[in-house]
């Protein structure tokens, strides 16, 4: 055995070690840093620390990325599972009373945010005082682990296989709206091909790509690319120039329930809008999970299920 090596293993910091862990898996030193709860400039202090005493290079650093050199990606992929085990470990037995604490990001759509995620908010916090929640919009599909987040917030058919899924949510309908003005002296939209031709505001991602509007009745599934005066990201927006008799609007029910009741918007095509189920949190599955994820996770389980027996 190489004595010297030997001496230097034997003296390292697992909190370097963890540093290092935790930003050769988000490839950030922002969005590790921000999980820890440090500076990334003491974070970086610590991989330049652990890279001294081990007298090699683990992060290839540029402006722009961070990866794991070859020897970095080796130290991650066989310290990095224990060293989560062990903080893990550390942060399970803290002291009674104290509860979790630490970071958790969140990537999540708008409308999981605005309809869902911040009914959450205020209770969980009152809970768990300790904990920061940082809940990031975003509508386009995120690789949540190299964005360094710690959990996202998807509707099932955008869930990665791998990832561990909790529904957070009731079952949701969307809803098709069109001002009373704007409905006067039009035809009777019965159908949703009745759709074709008319003034419909259209919601677009980031990227570019607009969803067709979906519709169900009787096990019939039916996809109307619609178009019209508008096309936006902003459900606000599109929310705005439906009630100003701008065109029918397609969102999710419970943006306009208090607008159709109160007439300022009428629903058509109810029975074309089948129920479907509502967002799940999802998060890398590991078996130790970060005490204050637990946390939030254990949270939105107990509020789910505590609905459903209502």
């Not at 055995?1 to 910091?13: E, H, I, Q, S």
């Not at 009152?126 to 509508?139: D, F, N, T």
């Not at 079952?171 to 035809?187: E, T």
Request: glycine share 8%.
């Amino acid at each position: 055995m190489d004595c010297a090596k030997d001496r230097t293993m034997a003296g390292l910091d697992l909190n370097l070690v963890d540093a290092f862990a935790a930003v050769a898996r988000r490839r950030s030193f922002r969005a590790a840093a921000a999980a820890r709860g440090v500076s990334p400039s003491t974070l970086s202090q610590q991989v330049r620390d652990l890279e001294s005493s081990l007298n090699m290079r683990l992060l290839n650093r540029t402006t722009r990325s961070v990866a794991p050199t070859e020897a970095g990606q080796r130290l991650l992929e066989r310290v990095g599972p224990a060293i989560g085990d062990i903080v893990s470990a550390v942060d399970q037995l803290q002291l009674p009373g104290e509860g979790a604490a630490g970071t958790v990001r969140i990537n999540a759509p708008p409308p999981a945010i605005d309809l869902v995620l911040s009914r959450t908010i205020g209770p969980f916090i009152a809970a768990h005082p300790r904990v920061r929640l940082e809940i990031i919009g975003e509508s386009g599909l995120v690789d949540i682990v190299a964005a360094g987040f710690d959990a996202g917030v998807r509707w099932g058919e955008n869930l990665a296989l791998d990832m561990i899924a909790v529904p957070i949510g009731p079952p949701q309908r969307y809803a098709v709206v069109a001002s009373p003005g704007f409905l006067r002296g039009r035809a009777p939209v019965v159908h949703p091909r009745d759709l074709l031709g008319q003034p419909c505001l259209r919601q677009v991602f980031s990227s570019g790509f607009r969803l067709p509007w979906e519709f169900e009745k009787d096990g019939e599934v039916l996809r109307v690319d619609t178009d019209g005066p508008l096309v936006s990201t902003n459900a606000a927006a599109k929310l705005r120039a439906c009630l100003e008799g701008a065109g029918f609007c397609l969102t999710f029910e419970d943006y306009v329930l208090e607008d159709i009741t109160a007439g300022r918007l009428v629903r058509v095509l109810d029975d074309w809008c089948a129920p479907f189920a509502g967002p799940f949190l999802y998060y890398p599955g590991r078996r130790h999970v970060p005490a204050a994820l637990r946390a939030y996770v254990d949270f939105v389980r107990w509020r789910a299920d505590d609905r459903s027996t209502a």
